[in-house]
């Protein structure tokens, strides 16, 4: 015959309540006793039953008086050391995660100040500026123009350096002559120099020759 399923409540009968606890008590003893030797785990139980009576159960042993006692303190005291260790790491993790927002919102921050002042120096967003801002814009736009254009002159001089150490007395590429006259000089060359050819212009009937 199948065993009905047990409804979750308290039982309202002293008596049978008195018994299933028992009865129960000792069944989970057994449990953690099988479940501390079978799997060599630490296990502790501790109960308290109605009217106050302790029942408790704990694998740890620890030498007392040349004799071997069971050591429910050990157990706790160890519960207590990793209770106390878990929430010093969760403390330190929540102050960890707190620093990293206030640091996500100064960057935050930063950044939004910065793309504002990109756009104003595009030009953009100038209508909240005052006298005084536009003309610090003005003069920060103008010292940086002046840096660009020193730069641009630094390196145009070191490319001519380049250029004249690498060709040395024989001048530039541009500034060498050439054997070979251009075109436009050889075309005048040749109409300048060309032969005289008299021609003769006449007007009317041509002659008769005998």
Sequence with gaps: MARGKIQMKRIEN??????????????????????SVLCDA????????????????????????TSFTSSMQKTIERYHQYAKEDTGKKASMEQYMLHLKHEAADMSRKIELLEASKRKFLGQGLESCSVDELQEISVQLERSLST??????????????????????????W??????????????SLSSGSTDVETELFIGLPEMRC
Excluded: C, W
């Design 14 to 35: 002293a008596t049978s309540r008195q018994a299933t606890f028992s009865k129960r008590r000792n069944g989970l003893m057994k449990k953690a006793f099988e479940l």
């Design 42 to 65: 630490e296990v502790a139980v501790i109960i308290f039953s109605q009217r106050g009576r302790l029942y408790e159960f704990s694998s740890s042993k620890y030498v007392s008086n």
């Design 148 to 173: 660009i254009r020193v730069k641009k002159d630094q390196l145009f001089k070191e490319q001519i350096e380049q250029l004249k150490a690498k060709y040395g007395e024989k001048g530039m590429p």
């Design 175 to 188: 500034q060498s002559t050439s054997s070979v006259q251009p075109k436009e000089a050889r075309i005048h």
